[in-house]
């Protein structure tokens, strides 16, 4: 392994160094991990923090999840279930990172997310509100590398921009890794399920997925499409095609997929007004 990556994974893997995470999550953490825990004690832990809990049912009432109705943190973990709730909690200050760097981004994950919403309620798949949350952080590599390699993030970009490379093969040339590798990185450092962390970390690659290739190719089109349509921006200047592993995993056809983009396009102009709320709200918030 290169020094490089292996520099940058120990970084990742070193929580210390990550952004500030709220001080309950901790507490939620050992919680969550205990069976003999309730859903109601852990939703007293992360109310206890109000900005943290005002920001989780935000997301929760947004249209990557579309209930609308989640008013307590209860409420939401029972709706969403508890690894939601953790992934958001734990994601909570990066996703203010990109709200405020990188709205560009964090549309684009907001849009992904939705999309992969769309595409499992389509297919009929189990635990919806987890792919969605896997298509919210499939993309929070990008910001742990914008973080902690500011140097090499210049050339990623001038790369990206003079030399028509795409975002990933990038990275890789410059850190031997790539933002999909370091998403991996950071959910396992969360302890989060293999069923968010393998979605993140194989969104680029579908045939690196073992035990989730379902939720990965979800994921991976999610992506694709959300790209396609214009909406956000991931770094990237052109779009490459959906992998055919995942075409043949979610067993799709052209009429299935113009369903699900005539869905996915009504829903990206709610996404896009819910992006503008959040927004708003942080600046009054300021």
Known sequence: MDDRR????KIIMDTKTLPTLPGVINRLNALSNDERSSVQEMARIVSTDQVLSARILRLANSPSYGFYRVSTISNA???LGVNVVKSL???SSIFEIMEKNSVGLWEHSLGTATAANIIAKKLSLPEVEEIATAGLLHDIGKVIISLKCAEQIREIRRMVQQDNMYISDAERKVLDTDHAE?????AKSWYLPDKLSEPIACHHNVAASEDHRIKTSVVHLADVLVKASGFGHSGD???LPVQP???ETLKMDEKLLGEIVLDLEDKLVEVKNF???MQGSNDAEA
């Open 77 to 79: 973990m029972i709706l």
């Open 275 to 277: 992006s503008i709320e």
């Open 6 to 9: 292996s520099e940058l994974k």
């Open 237 to 239: 200047h052109f779009v």
């Open 182 to 186: 370091v998403g991996g990185w950071l």
């Open 89 to 91: 909690a734990l994601s």
């Open 245 to 247: 592993l995942a075409w």
